[in-house]
């Protein structure tokens, strides 16, 4: 069965500099992995995925993703990080088929300014 | 676009105590999921619809829960009766095919209190 790890609970960065929130998975096949962000008291709003081609995918908001099999890992990276990003991160992932999406336990994001 | 729609936002009830949380998905997605979401956890899934049938709901526990999306659009998901720990945020998600790389996109969720 497919399982998500994000090693951070809290991630705390001051506005401007980079960030990056740590994604690892597990999977059978190959991955299809997501990327969502939540503000309290609302839904998950969906950032990027990963489905195939170029290992490094653009989102939303100026956030990307690297994913890399080696490491079976696809974390959150954005260049400069803003005050209004501060929120939790959930990442991702399924199996290839009908398979259910597997979250994270989630990353919990301040940036500081 | 409009997106995912639920009701209510928030509900309050006494343990054994039942309660009903209505989804409307995004108009022409075939695929609708719900998930409960435990404070300080990711979202686990419940049960998924593809149009008006349940494609999983391993998860769901059938004793007390209950969801039916009868003419393939809107759905609502069954507590009867509640207890301590269903308290949670119940989202809805809905998606065009519900399969591979498909997004999956979220609505607000409904807060329940179980007391």
């Known amino acids: 069965a497919q399982s998500v790890a994000q090693p951070e609970d809290q991630v705390n960065v001051a506005e401007g500099n980079p960030l990056t929130v740590k994604c690892t998975y597990s999977?059978?096949?190959?991955?299809?992995l997501f990327w969502y962000v939540q503000y309290p008291n609302r839904g998950l709003q969906f950032l990027l995925k990963y489905i195939t081609g170029d290992n490094l995918v653009k989102g939303s908001y100026g956030f990307e993703a690297e994913f890399n099999k080696s490491q079976t890992s696809f974390h959150l990276k954005k260049p400069s990080a803003l005050v209004s990003d501060s929120a939790l991160y959930f990442c991702a992932v399924r199996d290839a088929g009908n398979t259910p999406l597997v979250f994270g336990k989630g990353t919990r994001l301040s940036v500081i300014a | 676009e409009a997106g995912v729609a639920q009701s209510p936002r928030y509900k309050i009830i006494e343990k054994r105590q039942s309660v009903a949380f209505w989804c409307n998905p995004i108009?022409?997605?075939?695929?609708l999921y719900w998930y409960q979401q435990i404070l300080g956890q990711g979202p686990k899934l419940l049960i998924q619809?593809?149009?008006?049938?349940?494609?999983?709901d391993s998860q769901l526990p059938k004793d007390r829960f209950s969801a039916e999306r009868l003419k393939g659009v809107d759905s609502t998901l069954k507590i009867q009766p509640a207890k301590l720990e269903d308290s949670a945020v119940y989202l809805c998600a809905s998606s065009s095919s519900g399969r591979d790389g498909d997004t999956q996109y979220f609505g607000p969720g409904t807060r329940l209190t179980v007391l």
């Open positions: 999977v059978s096949g190959n991955p299809y």
């Open positions: 619809f593809q149009n008006n049938g349940v494609v999983d």
């Open positions: 108009s022409g997605h075939a695929t």
